[in-house]
């Protein structure tokens, strides 16, 4: 005997409620997606139940012929959309429809902002899928039965969508899902049998199960198949419009954007396979959640195996939306067997080139009538296409390509330049290409390690988000030219008249010896800079050590890092040195030498060791400075004075 449950009351997750309450607020001006939410559903309830029927065919039960049927009254003011997909069990029902599974949902709906416009972006993001339903509808009703399962297990789901449901045992004889929206009164055009016909070809024609639409209220007119119901991507690139890709992707990306650009392919010969890769408009909100969706649609032979297959690409190009159809894997590969399969770390090299095409086609200046596009494009997936630098050292030359930063040409940090425009304005006779590590726009702009270059009219790239360091290592040369950091002790610069460091620093031998031995405790050593003008004093890194910017987040991470000493370089041109280099006093001495390398570290975007220490020692320079500016009046005062008795 089956348990029969009686009807059950229960209340949304938290997020849900807020998701559907930005829903109705925000997507007024674009209702009718509703319909390609739950059409885009049922196909993929369709794709599921063909895929679980190889393995199981008693699933299809009497019915092969999978398919969409949507039905309209007019008079009742109701649309139904069904299938005869997988259907859910009670307990899927109540889960699916009740609750949002993404992780950082919460977090992410937190970031409403009460302006309409900004929320339906960010909804946008996120995919509503079913909710949508309440965009149109007051009730909703979802009677639903799994595939295989007796008539007595179907279940009823019900709500007006104002954070609670009911569930409940009903009887149904038809397996898979049906929705019944019951309109708004203001919502009655979707009731409208033609209204539905060409929102179904609008959005709907590239579902690969047929979708059928019927009037209730005209039984006269018979049921008729709307949409071609063939996989967008077995046709012929020549017969699909633009619109049809563009209405693809956002069924298999959930997306309300466009995407930006897409490439569709069939690879005959050893390997038969099929792909349709797209570069969406901008970056989902989990892009950064380890445990996002990521990965291609797989299908064997027109037959859907899985949702977010993350083996055909690598993870820095996981914001790449599409579908991979093969002809030669078998059709019960699972997730382990396609880690182990050689065949797909082929196939995922193929494709892994030809994103990495795509996006150089949008990037190349030629190609790109708007050059906002790329902009665009990097600004959302920049940093996750610089993790390639680590991930795939084999495509090194084509990411290098793709990269854009701002530089010390540029006038702020939105101006962004690519390796190929620097090589372009490039001066005579350099040969290398300089960058320099910083935290940000704004302190690579007044980082005195650029001051000698500046000078000498050399650009240099500044390198300032968080990865940067990781990419930089792994950067090599470009043209033929060479990548420099300029932050660092052994970089060299281009003018020829630079000098032997040692020999340098002999000239200064006793100045830097007394220096030394005050900062003996904070420096590895001191060398003449010839890279400063108008700075006294800069840091480098020692030989061996890592960048700073590097070390700091490591150690923000929590890694505990060698303690290494910077090396001071110090600028002999520049009158602070020049006055210390007299100096008599020795507790003045230390002092000073303590100050100059605490401003050379926070220039560099360090933080002190001893703040207060810092603190001390500037008042009382401040108090000195005063008392000397107060009794050069008093001096001045009483000169004057003496004149003016002698005038007397
Ligand atoms: P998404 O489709 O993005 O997962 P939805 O809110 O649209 O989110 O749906 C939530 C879940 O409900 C789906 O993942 C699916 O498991 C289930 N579901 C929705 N519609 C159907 C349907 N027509 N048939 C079977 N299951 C469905």
Redesign the pocket.
């Known amino acids: 005997m089956s348990k029969v449950k009686t009807k059950e009351k229960l209340g949304f997750q938290t997020e849900v409620k807020q998701l559907l309450n930005l829903m109705i607020h925000s997507l007024y001006s674009n209702k009718e997606i509703f319909l390609r939410?739950?059409i885009?559903?049922?196909s993929?309830?369709a794709d599921?139940l063909r895929f679980e029927s190889l393995s199981n065919a008693k699933l299809l039960e009497d019915q092969p012929e999978l398919k969409i049927s949507i039905s309209c009254n007019s008079k009742k003011n109701e649309v139904t959309?069904s299938?005869n997909?997988?259907?859910?069990s009670r307990k899927?029902l109540i889960e699916?429809?009740g609750t949002?599974?993404k992780s950082g949902t919460a977090e992410f709906l937190s970031k409403r902002t009460g302006d309409e416009k900004k929320d339906a972006q960010l909804i946008g993001q996120f995919?509503?899928?079913?909710?949508s339903a309440f965009i149109v509808a007051d009730k909703v009703t979802v009677e639903?039965r799994r595939a295989g399962k007796k008539a007595s297990n179907g279940c009823r789901w019900n709500s007006d969508g104002q954070g609670e449901f009911t569930v409940e045992d009903i009887e149904k004889s038809d397996r898979?899902?049906k929705?019944i929206l019951h309109l708004k009164p203001s919502e009655s055009e979707y009731s409208d049998r033609l209204r539905l016909e060409n929102l179904i070809k609008k959005y709907s024609d590239h579902i690969a199960f047929p979708v059928d639409l019927f009037d209730e209220t005209d039984k006269e007119k018979e049921t008729k198949v709307i949409n071609s119901a063939t996989a967008l991507w077995n046709r012929p690139r020549k017969e699909v419009s633009d619109e049809e890709y563009k209405e693809f992707y956002k069924h298999i990306a959930?997306d309300f954007a466009d995407p930006v650009h897409w490439s569709h392919n069939r690879v005959e010969g050893k390997r038969e396979y099929t792909s349709l890769l797209y570069i969406p408009s901008r970056a989902p909100f989990d892009l950064w959640n380890r445990e996002a969706p990521k990965g291609l649609k797989l299908y064997v032979k027109r037959v859907f195996i899985m949702d977010e297959a993350e083996q055909f690409l690598p993870l820095y190009l996981r914001f790449i939306k599409g579908v991979i159809d093969s002809s030669d894997l078998p059709l019960n590969i699972s997730r382990e067997l396609l880690q182990k399969n050689p065949e797909i770390d082929a196939i995922k090299s193929a494709l892994t080139k030809r994103v990495l095409s795509m996006l150089a086609k949008l990037a190349s200046k030629e190609e790109a009538e708007d050059k906002s596009i790329y902009e665009n494009l990097w600004n959302e997936f920049g940093q996750v296409i610089k993790e390639g630098f680590v991930e795939d050292p084999k495509n090194i030359e084509n990411l290098t390509k793709l990269l854009r930063f701002s530089s010390s040409k540029t006038q702020s940090n939105q101006q962004i330049r690519s390796v190929q425009n620097y090589v372009d304005d490039i001066k005579k006779d350099q040969d290398k290409i300089y960058y320099l590590l910083a935290d940000s726009y704004q302190a690579a702009k007044s980082n005195p390690h650029l001051e000698q270059l500046q000078k000498q009219g050399i650009e240099v790239l500044f390198f300032t988000d968080r990865i940067d360091p990781w990419m930089a290592e792994h950067l090599k040369e470009f043209d033929g030219k060479e990548f420099q950091d300029v932050g660092r002790g052994d970089f060299s610069l281009p003018k020829a008249d630079e000098k032997d460091q040692d020999a340098v620093n002999k000239r200064h031998k006793s100045f830097i010896a007394k220096l030394e031995e005050n900062l003996k405790d904070r420096v590895e050593k001191i060398n003449v800079s010839q890279r400063l003008v108008e700075s006294a004093a800069c840091v480098v890194p020692g030989d061996n050590d890592l960048p700073p910017q590097m070390k700091r987040m490591l150690e923000a991470s929590g890694q505990n890092l060698p303690e290494t000493k910077p090396i001071l370089e110090i600028n002999m041109k520049h009158d602070l040195m020049k006055k210390l280099n007299k100096l008599e006093d020795e507790a003045a001495f230390s002092d000073l030498a303590s100050t100059i390398l605490d401003h050379a570290l926070l220039s560099d975007g360090e933080q002190l060791q001893n703040p207060a220490d810092y603190v001390k020692r500037i008042s009382n320079l401040l108090i000195n400075s005063l008392d000397a500016k107060s009794s050069a009046k008093k001096k001045t005062k009483k000169k004057v004075a003496k004149k003016q008795g002698k005038k007397k």
Not at 85 to 88: A, D, E, F, P, S
Not at 127 to 131: A, I, L
């Open positions: 939410e739950l885009s559903n049922a993929d309830a599921k959309i299938d997909g997988i259907g859910m899927e699916n429809l949002i599974a995919g509503v899928g079913f909710y639903t898979g899902t929705i959930h």
